[in-house]
């Protein structure tokens, strides 16, 4: 088994900065990859980002490509996204995630590619 705890969400204004943290604990041998989703009022939960976690190649979805970072600190078990020049529509409950499963690489946007995740953290941008 795999737990993940987000910490980092909070209020900001439209143009500023966030970084969130996703510490991974358990059976942490085992995850393949890392990714970001987030879930807004009424919306879909759609993928953000994602990493892997031996080679560390990164994807990113078009409407935060330029803005956000996914990173990852292997020793620390420990994903970040970086979230620089947000605005309101970033406004959404964001959830780590991790795969145990299926191949090493980035891109995997689904969240049924994912077999843990997290209790998510409130993102909230003001204009």
């Known amino acids: 088994q795999v737990q993940l705890v987000e910490s980092g969400g909070g209020l900001v204004q439209a143009g500023g900065s966030l970084r969130l943290s996703c510490a991974a604990s358990?059976?942490?041998?085992?995850?393949?990859?890392m990714g970001w989703f987030r879930q807004a009022p009424g919306k879909e939960r759609e993928f953000v980002a994602d990493?892997?976690?031996?080679?560390?190649?990164?994807y990113y979805v078009d409407s935060v490509k330029g803005r956000f970072t996914i990173s990852r600190d292997n020793a620390k078990n420990t994903v970040y996204l970086q979230m620089n020049s947000l605005k309101p529509d970033d406004t959404a409950v964001y959830y780590c995630?991790?795969?145990?499963?299926?191949?090493?690489?980035?891109?995997?946007?689904?969240?049924?590619?994912?077999?843990?995740w997290g209790q998510g953290t409130q993102v909230t941008v003001s204009s």
């Open positions: 995630a991790a795969r145990s499963s299926g191949p090493s690489g980035s891109g995997f946007n689904a969240p049924t590619f994912y077999d843990y």
């Open positions: 358990g059976r942490t041998f085992t995850i393949v990859a």
């Open positions: 990493i892997s976690w031996s080679g560390g190649n990164t």
